[in-house]
């Protein structure tokens, strides 16, 4: 079995910071692309960040020089460095990783979630 455990979110003050995290456990054989995505309530779920395994990043607009995604290969865990929050920051975070278990196949695998509200 394989398993995406979040940790990191809270609430902050808008123009706060949290680091999300994302460790991927479990029967793995290796680790492709890692993301993290956000569904607010009444809204669908969207990307935020991708970060391929050769460390290739990719954001949406609305997050850019304010987020960092990275990861680390060694422990297969992606990270979220979220600076200067905004209210409409707030929605579930959930990340997400692209796994195989063994040579030529793949699927995808998401977290359980983790909360991140920005208010003052």
């Known amino acids: 079995q394989v398993q995406l455990v979040e940790s990191g979110g809270g609430l902050v003050q808008p123009g706060g910071s949290l680091r999300l995290s994302c460790a991927a456990s479990?029967?793995?054989?290796?680790?492709?692309?890692m993301g993290w995505y956000r569904q607010a309530p009444g809204k669908e779920r969207e990307s935020v960040a991708t970060?391929?395994?050769?460390?290739?990043?990719s954001y949406r607009d609305s997050v850019k020089g304010r987020f960092t995604i990275s990861r680390d290969n060694v422990e297969n865990t992606v990270y979220l460095q979220m600076n200067s929050l905004k209210p409409e920051d707030t929605a579930v975070y959930y990340c997400?990783?692209?796994?195989?278990?063994?040579?030529?196949?793949?699927?995808?695998?998401w977290g359980q979630g983790t909360q991140v509200t920005v208010s003052s």
């Open positions: 479990g029967s793995i054989f290796t680790v492709n692309a």
């Open positions: 970060i391929t395994s050769g460390g290739t990043t």
């Open positions: 997400n990783a692209l796994i195989s278990r063994y040579p030529g196949s793949w699927y995808d695998y």
